[in-house]
């Protein structure tokens, strides 16, 4: 079977989660748990996510003979079995190999010499801003989402880029410690 996309991946964990969704509940699981912000999630991707799911034959489409207000009867989607075996595969995959972080800002450490250190520094210092920034935002949907009484599986979503950017706080600020060193050192 052909590997999934990250939009895929995520669909297939949704429909799991609530045993049947149409693509409204997805997207609403979505704001509430802050995959957007993270994950690069739109609603046309859902859909198109949803429509390749179908022609892999892993969910399955039914309506749900349910309807509110005006508009087609909404359809709600299933977990077929290859889905599900796909799904518990791709978790495997991606608890035990997935990359640690994007590689852009990696790109960017390796350019550090093409610009003066004080750019640096400013930029480094604005990356702490923009760090402090994701972190309340994360931390804000945690508390609104019930926090320490979630699930594990869910709590894990907020936990670990709370970690992750606290991590990444701490490397920045030694970095620019050091490029202050340097600058120093050096008049």
Known sequence: MN??????????????ECSQASGYDINKLIDQRGYREWANIG?????AGLKKL?????????????????????????LSEAGMTA??????VSLSSSRERD??????LAALSFID???????LRRRLDFLEEASKNIKQKYESQGHIRLP?????????????????QAFVAKLISELLEETNSHV
Not at 54 to 78: A, H, Q, Y
Not at 87 to 92: A, G, S, T, Y
């Open 3 to 16: 590997e999934l996309s990250n939009v895929e991946f995520m669909l297939l964990q949704m429909i799991a």
């Open 43 to 47: 609603t046309t991707s859902i859909y």
């Open 54 to 78: 179908n022609t892999k034959g892993l969910i399955m489409s039914e309506d749900s003979g349910e309807k509110s207000g005006k508009g087609p009867m909404p359809t709600r989607f299933v």
């Open 87 to 92: 799904l518990r595969n791709e978790i495997i």
């Open 103 to 108: 590689t852009r800002f990696d790109l960017g």
């Open 117 to 123: 250190k004080g750019t640096a520094i400013d930029a």
């Open 152 to 168: 594990l599986h869910v709590r894990s979503l907020f936990l670990h880029p709370m970690s992750l950017i606290e991590s990444e």
